[in-house]
């Protein structure tokens, strides 16, 4: 259609209430993520580990079909906990690698193409505009981690029985709160890189910086000063020792947890703040 035919028309669809407009911004931009068939497939993959998990515990449970392949009914038995501390990080890595390719696209995108003033003129505030797109990630993330880890919680409860999931509370809420706040602190990370770094290849490379190269350094600071120090600027270290602590496990350092949750809330609030100095109608050159 020509320029010249489009005129203006009222619009006459339904409108959602302003509580409930950052959803848009959630809608379009999973729909952008899920464009890329690549992106899709990754997706998918990445859901094997809930996978592989669901299919261990009905296993451990079918005593004929333990006997076909060769395995006793102890198949699980005394490897709880390890179980679900290994599957915890199988779920968590593959969480990050998806925050880390849809997350440059969030935010980028739109400084890149001057489009956030267009999202201000409309009944949508800065704060609305950051959790439509930390609602993006949570979608995403959500079912890879503490959904598929809950899963497979409960079936293990049913499964077993005689109250072994009140007896082993500790995983579940393990699963819930350190899956939780993982997905805050990468979710609000990456749109604080990416909001900050517009060109996509190098955001990612940033996150990579942070997490992985940030994570040396701290190791270096540990062994020149013996110390555990350096572990305040270990972010996977936190997220891990938190979760052990809720697991009931032994953690990794001397540094008491306290510390540990100040790590995740210190990345949280800085995120925000470099969320709140960018994300501006017009950006101003000083």
């Known amino acids: ?22 959803a848009v911004v959630t809608k379009y931009a999973l729909a952008e993520a899920f464009s890329s068939r690549i992106f899709a497939a990754f997706y998918v993959l990445c859901l094997l580990p809930t996978a592989i998990g669901v299919f261990l515990v009905y296993l451990s449970h079918n005593v004929g079909l333990l006997q076909k392949v060769g395995l ?28 880390v390719i849809v997350s440059p696209s969030l935010i980028a995108a739109d400084l890149s193409n001057n489009a956030l003033s267009l999202y201000l003129s409309r009944p949508i505030t800065r704060r609305d505009y950051v959790l439509g797109k930390m609602a993006v990630l949570a979608i995403l993330l959500s079912p890879i981690t503490w959904m598929g880890g809950l899963l497979i919680f409960l079936l293990q409860a049913y499964l077993e029985g005689n109250n072994w999931g009140i007896e082993n509370w500790r995983i579940g809420m393990a699963y819930l709160v350190g899956h939780v706040a993982w997905i805050v602190v990468i979710s609000l990370l ?24 940030l994570a040396g350094f701290a190791e270096a600071i540990n062994a ?46 800085l995120s925000i703040w470099m969320l709140h100095r960018k994300l501006r109608a017009h950006e101003v050159v000083e």
Not at 1 to 22: F, Q, S, T
Not at 79 to 95: C, H, K, N, R
């Open 1 to 22: 259609m020509a320029v010249y035919e489009r005129i203006w028309r009222r619009y006459d669809g339904n409108l959602l209430p302003l509580k409930w407009r950052a």
């Open 224 to 269: 020149v000063t013996r110390t555990s120090a350096g572990d305040l600027i270990h972010l996977t270290r936190a997220i891990a020792n938190v979760v052990l602590s809720i697991f009931g496990g032994p953690t990794e350092g001397d540094l008491p947890i306290a510390f540990n949750w100040f790590t995740l809330i210190a990345t949280c609030a």
């Open 190 to 213: 990456t749109l604080a890189i990416s909001a900050w770094v517009r060109f996509k290849p190098a955001a990612r490379g940033a996150l990579f910086g942070i997490i992985f190269i």
């Open 72 to 99: 006793t009914t102890e198949f699980m038995g005394g490897l709880t906990a390890v179980f679900f501390q290994f599957l915890f990080l199988w779920q968590a890595l593959p969480a990050f690698f998806v925050a």
